[in-house]
C-alpha cells in the first residue's frame, strides 16, 4: 500500500511545477498539517524541496535512498512489489521473503534491503553484498502450477533485469545462461530462485536478485571476483537510481511473468530472451560434475534447458540445477 509520503512523492516528481498545499490535500484526503509532516519527513530523507508560499511545493533534487517511500512512489505495478518491506540490514533477503511467504503475505511480496550480511549464489556460492551501492531484492509468488516449472522462472527473471538495465542505461544487457546478467562481458547480476514445494504443489518461490548499480571502481570488489564483476556505474561512468531501475525490474518482471503464465513454458518469451543470450552461437565450456565437454550452444528449449551440440553433431540438452557454463576462452 502506498503511504501519504510516498503519494505525495509521487505527485511532486510527475509535476513540472510547484503543486499547492490544498491541492496535495484534496487528492489524498489529507489535513494540511498531515502533508507539511510528510514534506518536512522527506526534507529529513536528503529531498530537496522548494517550499512558496501561494504556490506550494516543488521537488528540486532526490537523493539515491533506497527507502520504501522512494520505491513505493515509482511503482506502476498491478501485484509485484504492491506489498513491500524495506530492510536497512539482513542476513539474505531470500530467507527474509520466505518467512513473509509462511507469515500469510501476498504473491508478489517484495524485500529490498540496503546490506545483506550472508548474500547468496547458487549451490552454496556466495553474494558479495555491500551497502549504499547495489541492489538486493527479492521477490515471493505463490503460484499454482505444478513445481517442475519453477525452474523457469530463474530465465524470466534474467529477461526482465536485462530488459531493465538495457532501458535504463542504453547499454545492452546480456545474459549468460541461466541467470546471470552480464555487460561488457562481466557480471552485473546474480539471481536466485528457491522453491518450497510439495510433490505437486509448490507453497512458495522466492527470486532474489543481486544487481551492482552504483559500485564505483573495480577495486571495490574482493580480489577472486575483480576480473568477471563489474557494475552499471563502472561501465557508464553514471549513477543510476536504484529505487528507479528495482521499479523496471518489477515492472518487466510483471509483464513477463504474466506471459509466461499464459503457457506455463517460455514459448512467447523465448525470442525475447534470445535477443539477450550471450552464448547462442558461441563455444561454451559445459562445467558438469559428471564431466566436463565443450561444444556450441544453439539457444534454449521452450522449457529453459540450453541446447548445445556437442564436438560429434550430437544435440544436448544442458539442465541448469548442476552445471554452471563458461566460454571457451574466459567466464562468457
Ligand atoms: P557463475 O557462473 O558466475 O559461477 P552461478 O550462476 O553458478 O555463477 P551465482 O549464484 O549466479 O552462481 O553467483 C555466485 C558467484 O558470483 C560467486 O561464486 C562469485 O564468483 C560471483 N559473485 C559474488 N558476488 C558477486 C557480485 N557482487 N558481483 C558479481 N559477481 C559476484
Sequence with gaps: MKTDKSNILALLRDS?????????????GVSRTAVWKAINQLKEEGYRIDAV??????????????????????LKTKWAGRQLFYLEETGSTNIDATRYAEEGEPH???????????GRGRRGKYWESPP?????????????????????????????????VTEATGLHAGIKWPNDVVVNKKKICGILTELNA??????????????????????????????????????????????????RVLERFEHNYDT???????????EAYSRHLLN??????????????????????????????????????????EVSVRGLYGYV
Design 16 to 28: 513540472r511545477d510547484y503543486v499547492s498545499g490544498q491541492q496535495l490535500c484534496d487528492q489524498f
Design 53 to 74: 508560499s501561494h504556490k506550494g511545493y516543488r521537488l528540486l533534487k532526490s537523493p539515491d535512498v533506497l527507502s520504501r517511500s522512494e520505491i513505493l512512489s515509482r
Design 108 to 118: 508478489g511480496t517484495t524485500v529490498v534491503a540496503e546490506k545483506q550480511n550472508a
Design 132 to 164: 549504499g551501492t547495489a541492489i538486493y531484492m527479492t521477490i515471493m509468488l505463490k503460484p499454482d502450477f505444478a513445481p517442475d516449472k519453477a525452474s523457469m522462472l530463474t530465465l524470466v527473471m534474467a529477461l526482465s533485469v536485462a530488459e531493465a
Design 198 to 247: 510439495e510433490m505437486d504443489y509448490i507453497r512458495h518461490v522466492v527470486i532474489g536478485v543481486g544487481i551492482n548499480v552504483n559500485n564505483a571502481a573495480p577495486e571495490e570488489f574482493p580480489e577472486e571476483i575483480r576480473q568477471t564483476a563489474t557494475s552499471l556505474k563502472i561501465e557508464t561512468g553514471l549513477s543510476i537510481s536504484r529505487a528507479a531501475l528495482i521499479e
Design 260 to 270: 509466461f503464465v499464459t503457457t506455463l513454458d517460455l514459448r512467447l518469451l523465448i
Design 280 to 321: 547462442l552461437n558461441a563455444e561454451v565450456n559445459v562445467l558438469d560434475p559428471k564431466g566436463n565437454y565443450t561444444g556450441i550452444a544453439r539457444g534454449i528449449s521452450t522449457t529453459g534447458e540450453l541446447l548445445v551440440e556437442a564436438e560429434n553433431g550430437v544435440m544436448k540438452t544442458v539442465y541448469a540445477g
